[in-house]
């Protein structure tokens, strides 16, 4: 039987979110593009709803170096592991950045005729 505890991630502490650590996260297209799809979803999303051109256990690294740098949240209600954008620590933190990065992603998305 599996613990709770082993069930809890590791998420920094919102004084302990770094710039250099979020910019570097968000420097990545397949980050991006996963935070994205967060940041333009009602509600937490599941991992599996993703459909990366890379594989399982890159999709992994990749969720998880947003997680430990700041960018999202993840959790799991079930078994399934869930995760959204840490909006309120980012716009307290870096105000407008989390926003001109997603902007500025769509433009380019939108000049390379991307959806």
Do not use: W
């Not at 919102?14 to 968000?26: D, M, P, Q, S, Y």
């Not at 709803?49 to 399982?56: G, N, Q």
């Not at 079930?78 to 902007?103: M, N, Q």
């Amino acid at each position: 039987m599996t613990s709770n505890a082993a069930r809890v991630l590791a998420h920094p502490a919102r004084e302990e979110i770094r710039v250099e650590g979020v910019l570097h996260a968000l420097s990545d297209p397949v980050r991006l593009r996963i935070v994205r799809q967060l940041a333009g979803a009602t509600d937490e999303l599941a991992c599996s709803r993703f459909d990366l051109p890379v594989s399982k256990s890159t999709t992994t690294h990749h969720f998880r170096v947003l997680r430990e740098s700041g960018v999202i949240t993840q959790f799991y209600r079930g078994t399934a592991k869930l995760s959204c954008v840490r909006t309120e620590d980012l716009d307290a933190l870096f105000p407008g950045l989390l926003d001109s990065v997603l902007g500025a992603a769509e433009r380019q998305s939108a000049r390379a005729g991307e959806v």
